[in-house]
């Protein structure tokens, strides 16, 4: 029923930017949250950053991992269903495979809370 496609993985240098999207088929009226996770080689995946709804197509909060806090920026434009991640000052440690997902309900980091998915986008990051 939910699709969700990631472009805009790339490989950059350590410093540069990159704007990752992620295009939503369908957005639920009720509460759910939005979310940008990511996989280094050999780890487990986490959460990045998350925008949540609490329904009716109300804007919600953000949370951003320690780790990108002050780099990175999640939005939403709801006219495109597209959820946006603006990453700056992007650092070799920032190297993963990204998803977005999407969860119904309560917003949560847990991987496996989220009901969808998007295939991944890769990001590399060269010092």
């Known amino acids: 029923q939910v699709q969700l496609v990631e472009s805009g993985g790339d490989s950059v240098q350590a410093g540069g930017s990159l704007r990752l999207s992620c295009v939503v088929s369908v957005y639920t009226d009720s509460r759910h949250c939005l979310a940008w996770f990511r996989q280094a080689p050999g780890k487990e995946r986490e959460g990045v950053a998350i925008?949540?709804?609490?329904?009716?197509?109300?804007?919600?909060?953000?949370y951003y991992a320690d780790s990108v806090k002050g780099r990175f920026t999640i939005s939403r434009d709801n006219a495109k269903n597209t959820e946006y991640l603006q990453m700056n000052s992007l650092k070799p440690e920032d190297t993963a495979m990204y998803y977005c997902?999407?969860?119904?309900?309560?917003?949560?980091?847990?991987?496996?809370?989220?009901?969808?998915w998007g295939q991944g986008t890769q990001v590399t990051v060269s010092s």
């Open positions: 997902a999407l969860r119904r309900g309560f917003c949560t980091m847990e991987v496996g809370e989220y009901d969808d």
């Open positions: 925008i949540s709804t609490p329904g009716g197509g109300s804007s919600g909060v953000t």
